[in-house]
């Protein structure tokens, strides 16, 4: 055998060692991911869960918020009819007043 052969024979056989050992690792990290996984997809159902019951919450909030707003609106709509009213029945006095005191003099 020549140089050149033995530095071929051992150039193949570092790339393969060195290949056998990129592969070993990455088997090893896939492996590590894989058991991860599960408490990792929990800590994400978990965030997402509490995110969508805040969610729902604040939209409960401004739902309710909004039911208030329209009662309030609502009541005040009867509030300002009932004093409109009592106005009116306050000028008719007034003139009633204004009739029987002319009617005195």
Do not use: C, G, W
């Not at 509490?50 to 707003?69: M, V």
């Amino acid at each position: 055998m020549t140089n050149s052969d033995y530095l071929l024979k051992a150039a193949i056989k570092k790339v393969s060692e060195k290949l056998n050992e990129i592969l070993v690792e990455k088997i090893e990290e896939v492996t590590n991911i894989a058991q991860d996984a599960p408490e990792i997809l929990k800590k994400e159902f978990d965030s997402l869960r509490e995110s969508i019951i805040e969610e729902a919450s604040r939209l409960e909030k401004n739902e309710n918020i909004q039911e208030n707003y329209s009662t309030n609106t609502h009541q005040d709509s009867k509030i300002k009819k009932a004093l409109n009213e009592i106005e009116s029945i306050n000028e008719q006095i007034d003139l009633f007043n204004k009739l029987i005191n002319n009617q005195i003099k």
